[in-house]
């Protein structure tokens, strides 16, 4: 959910203001998703190296997390909405595991849409985690080195049960990955938008999946020929 600092310097307010706007983005892009047919969609609010930011700003994206939850559970569980929030929980403060936890349980047997949160989340971090726990199995004579297929590794990684994603849209015209899904992304299609994610709606998501669909996807095979 890229570009809300510059959305907010545009305007000549701080930082924060521009996250503000970005949970709204977030509120209309789950609708619209829904709308559109998505039957999964994972945000990045987070990220391992957002610690680097300024304390207040670090501040103000847990108050938003708080927020969005305390704001938004009762309709997202209504609705079908099941959330997940992938990430490392160690070291995040009690009343965020709350929240987090609650959401989780509340919204549990929920099918009609999957919301996922990646918040304090890096894919090189839950990379790391998976080879860490996987290590412990083998350690404890549960897993064979053998067995450590593919397969099995996707299965220690936070998204253990969501599909691979089939599109990964980076807002406010960056085109890098900065460390979001790595092992998941290795066949999704790229759709780079120029949209700073305070202004993403229904348009700019239509518009990226209109692009994917032109997209021939050929996943290391040939195509027809
Ligand atoms: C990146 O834009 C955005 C973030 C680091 C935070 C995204 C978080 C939210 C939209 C709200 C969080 C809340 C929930 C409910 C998950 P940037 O700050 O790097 O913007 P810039 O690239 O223009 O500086």
Request: charged share 30%; hydrophobic share 40%; proline share 3%.
């Amino acid at each position: 959910m890229d570009g809300n600092g510059r959305w907010a310097k545009q305007r000549g307010r701080p930082r924060t203001f521009g996250h503000a706007e970005g949970v709204e983005a977030l509120r209309r892009t789950v609708e619209a998703a829904g709308d559109l047919g998505i039957e999964y969609l994972t945000v990045f609010g987070f990220s391992t190296e957002n610690w680097r930011r300024p304390a207040e700003e670090i501040n103000a994206l847990f108050d938003l997390l708080r927020l969005y939850v305390s704001r938004d559970l009762d309709k997202l569980a209504r609705e079908g909405v099941r959330v997940r929030i992938i990430g490392e929980r160690v070291g995040l403060q009690s009343d965020i595991l709350r929240i987090v936890e609650e959401a989780e349980a509340k919204t549990r047997h929920n099918t009609r849409f999957n919301l996922t949160i990646a918040f304090n989340y890096g894919g090189q971090d839950e990379i790391a985690r998976a080879a860490r726990r996987i290590a412990e199995e083998v350690a404890g004579g549960r897993l064979a080195p053998q067995d450590i297929t593919v397969e099995r590794f996707g299965s220690f990684l936070d998204t253990c049960e969501l599909p691979m994603p089939d599109l990964l849209i980076r807002t406010s015209g960056e085109a890098r990955l900065s460390n979001f899904m790595l092992w998941q992304a290795a066949y999704a299609e790229f759709v780079f938008s120029d949209v700073l994610w305070p202004d993403f709606d229904k348009d700019a998501l239509s518009a990226s999946i209109a692009e994917f669909h032109r997209r021939e996807r050929r996943f290391g095979g040939h195509g027809a020929e």
